[in-house]
């Protein structure tokens, strides 16, 4: 076994209810599903029983004005605590509310009912923009997710800093910053590693401090959610135009685990290959 070092860990992130805003982490336990906690909760749609997603933002405008985030630690316990949720008027609730379907179909405003926890394949809608390399372009399709998950593709989602710092370069007056790209892990890379290196890493094995690893699977290929704003950061297309442009619209990569354990912020991350 030889194993080449190619960064450390800068961030962890999980978003427990899918499309909304989530939280960073200095320590996760990783499982078969990812990140514990991660999107394990999801609004469905009342009338047609689709999975609410900033994918399809004309019909869901404001779910990057919600965040979610656990009510405690977890302390190792696989029971998960309860999520608070913040509204875009700044008020909260929890995921144990029975008045909670009210309440974020008044702010939605359109009816939706909470999901905790997938039992089957899921489909969401996603808008294709009308963007130079994508594709699919100007319309909505249905999206099937992994059986009992609310993923969209893979377990988790993982970005190095090279990427981000090409993309800077490339489109220097855009802000090319994690959250836009929703990740779980992002890695911090040397300063010799230029491009994209996650497109070289499809099949290999990563080993992320001294328990985990996983399998890079594939990469992740971005839609429009990456143009939407969120706090501070504005509304841009040219995120997205860029990335077609320069690398067929992939910013980051999807993994599966190969072996679940805990990670912390600051773990080696290796390449192993027999």
């Known amino acids: 076994m030889t194993t080449i070092t190619i960064g450390t860990v800068a961030a962890l992130h999980r978003y427990p209810v899918k499309s909304m805003?989530?939280?960073?982490?200095?320590?996760?336990?990783?499982?078969?599903?990812?990140?514990?906690?991660?999107?394990?909760?999801?609004?469905?749609?009342v009338e047609t029983g689709k999975i609410a997603s900033a994918k399809n933002p004309s019909k869901w405008p404001t779910l990057f004005s919600f965040r979610a985030a656990f009510t405690e630690p977890f302390n190792g316990s696989d029971t998960l605590p309860p999520v608070w949720i913040t509204l875009p008027d700044g008020s909260t609730l929890s995921t144990e509310d029975k008045n909670i379907a009210t309440r974020l179909s008044s702010?939605?405003?359109?009816?939706?009912?909470?999901?905790?926890?997938?039992?089957?394949?899921?489909?969401?809608e996603e808008y294709w923009?009308?963007?130079?390399?994508?594709?699919?372009?100007?319309?909505?399709?249905?999206?099937?997710?992994?059986?009992?998950?609310?993923?969209d593709l893979g377990m988790i989602h993982l970005l190095t800093t090279a990427t981000l710092d090409s993309y800077r370069a490339l489109y220097p007056e855009g802000r090319f910053e994690t959250r836009r790209?929703?990740?779980?892990?992002?890695?911090?890379?040397?300063?010799?590693?230029?491009?994209?290196?996650?497109?070289?890493?499809?099949?290999?094995?990563?080993?992320?401090?001294?328990?985990?690893?996983?399998?890079?699977?594939?990469?992740?290929?971005?839609?429009?959610?990456?143009?939407?704003?969120?706090?501070?950061?504005?509304?841009?297309?040219?995120?997205?135009?860029?990335?077609?442009?320069?690398?067929?619209?992939?910013?980051?990569?999807y993994a599966a685990v190969l072996q679940g354990g805990?990670?912390?912020?600051?773990?080696?991350?290796?390449?192993?290959?027999?």
């Open 181 to 253: 790209f929703r990740p779980n892990l992002v890695i911090q890379t040397p300063s010799d590693f230029k491009g994209f290196p996650e497109n070289e890493w499809d099949e290999k094995t990563l080993a992320i401090g001294d328990e985990v690893k996983i399998k890079i699977t594939g990469p992740c290929g971005r839609c429009v959610m990456t143009t939407l704003p969120q706090g501070d950061l504005p509304k841009d297309t040219g995120i997205l135009k860029t990335a077609a442009r320069h690398n067929q619209a992939r910013i980051g990569a």
């Open 129 to 151: 923009p009308d963007i130079d390399g994508l594709a699919r372009r100007d319309v909505v399709t249905d999206e099937a997710m992994p059986a009992e998950t609310f993923f």
């Open 262 to 274: 805990i990670i912390h912020a600051g773990d080696v991350v290796r390449i192993e290959s027999n």
């Open 107 to 124: 702010s939605l405003g359109k009816p939706v009912r909470l999901l905790k926890g997938a039992t089957a394949t899921g489909t969401l």
């Open 21 to 45: 805003l989530g939280e960073e982490l200095n320590v996760t336990r990783v499982g078969a599903k990812g990140f514990q906690g991660d999107r394990v909760f999801a609004l469905a749609d």
